[in-house]
């Protein structure tokens, strides 16, 4: 603002300057009715500039003597408070539009005309959601009771530097047991839970992650799926009794679901325990608690031999499905049934292609030296076209 004055400043000088170089220091002309006043510009424009002066002055002058009176401190007062209303108003409709920086803006001009903790409190969620983490920081020492606002002094940090949830575990614990229903709260230990690989404290927050719905449903099933694997391989480190025991310990509802069943098929692969994946795998898919289409993606099937019937005997009732016949592919490539897995899975490519379906067709044209077919379903593959 002060470089803007000097600008003006310079021209207003240049106006004056130029003409008395030039001997010229032109006047002016007031006429009222029948009496004249003439001047010059220069002298006219230092009597306008102190008749405005006298004018601040005195228009000062009154409003402190106004406001000093009961009815100009209830007048203005009034006013100001309006003001204020109406710029938290404006800042709360921006919040809603999404306009995080005309929200801000206004719970400022709010603040300004009147100190309101509840204000304070809306400008630092603003600032935090517009990722300005100093002034959010700022704005809560001005809110009501800022001791107690600890939690959010620790969100806006880890929001911030979320590095720092590993450094602050401690804290985040106990912050938890405090506020067991804040999600933002529980977003950030589940992130420092899963990046030091504490599954124990994963398992443990599931049933408040599903309750409060921190993440979205697709990342809360991965997120099972990968803390019970984890937990299956701990256990299954001790031998198959210990790992065959323990899911049985888990809950009915537990086993039946889907992330759970899928990694504990994963381990029982992992541990070359097909006979029991093979039944685990076979019962869900005849109870419905899992889903071919996602055992087929993250390749769970084995060669079992309930899981073999099960799939003869819906391909009997469905022998155009494709999902089908990619699963009895894939059984078939398990068993280096190479030629029962090129007829089942170029069917399958006819029905549901899919990227899983050409590398797995890609896979069978290898093993049976098919160099050419195989090269064209990797390029399909890579396509992801039929």
């Known amino acids: 603002m002060k470089y803007a004055w000097i600008v003006v400043l310079l ?51 009154v409003m402190r003597l106004l406001r000093g009176t009961a009815w100009g401190m209830k007048w203005f007062g009034q006013r100001r408070d309006s003001k204020a209303q109406q710029a938290v108003t404006d800042g709360a409709t921006a ?6 920086r005309h929200a801000s803006s206004a719970f400022n001009r709010s603040w300004q005309l009147r100190h309101d903790g509840t204000v304070a409190l809306f400008a630092s969620y603003a600032a935090a959601a517009n ?40 804290e985040l614990q106990e912050l938890r047991r405090q506020h067991p229903q804040h999600p933002q709260l529980l977003r950030l230990a589940l992130q420092a839970y899963e ?9 443990a927050s599931l049933p408040d992650a599903e309750r409060l719905a921190v993440v979205s449903a697709t990342a809360l099933s991965e997120l099972k799926e990968r803390a019970y694997r984890e937990r299956f391989l701990a256990v299954g480190r001790e031998g198959p009794p210990a790992l065959a025991a323990f899911w049985k310990s888990l809950a009915r509802d537990e086993r039946r679901s889907a992330s759970i069943r899928q ?35 993250k390749q769970l099937l084995v060669p079992g031999v309930e899981l073999r019937d099960y799939l003869q005997g819906q ?29 089942a899975l170029r069917r399958a490519s006819e029905l549901v292609p899919s990227r899983r379906v050409w590398l797995d067709l ?17 390029e399909k593959a890579e396509l992801g076209t039929n």
């Not at 990046?195 to 398992?203: A, G, K, T």
């Not at 019962?283 to 889903?291: P, V």
């Not at 044209?365 to 064209?376: E, K, V």
Request: cysteine-free; charged content about 20%.
């Open 11 to 61: 021209l207003i000088a240049g106006l004056f300057i130029g003409p008395l170089w030039d001997g010229n220091t032109g006047y002016v002309l007031i006429a009222v009715g029948n009496y004249t006043i003439e001047t010059s510009l220069v002298a006219a424009v230092i009597l306008l500039v102190l008749a405005v002066l006298v004018l601040r002055v005195v228009w000062g002058f």
């Open 95 to 100: 919040l809603v539009h999404g306009d995080l």
């Open 131 to 170: 990722e300005d983490y100093a002034q959010a920081r700022e704005w809560l020492q001005h809110a009501p009771n800022p001791n107690e606002l600890q939690l959010a002094e620790t969100l806006f940090t880890l929001q911030q530097h979320p590095e720092q949830a590993e450094r602050r575990l401690g």
């Open 195 to 203: 990046h030091l690989h504490r599954w124990d404290e994963v398992l």
């Open 263 to 297: 990694a504990y098929i994963g381990v029982l692969k992992t541990y070359q325990l097909l006979d029991a994946a093979d039944k685990v795998a076979a019962r869900g898919l005849k109870r419905g608690d899992l889903k071919l289409a996602q055992l087929l993606d």
């Open 315 to 343: 391909l009997k009732q469905h022998p155009e499905d494709g999902l089908l016949l990619q699963a009895m592919g894939q059984i078939a490539m398990a068993t280096n049934e190479w030629s029962l897995a090129e007829r």
């Open 362 to 378: 890609a896979q069978v044209y290898t093993a049976q030296g098919n160099s050419q077919a195989a090269l064209a379903a990797y």
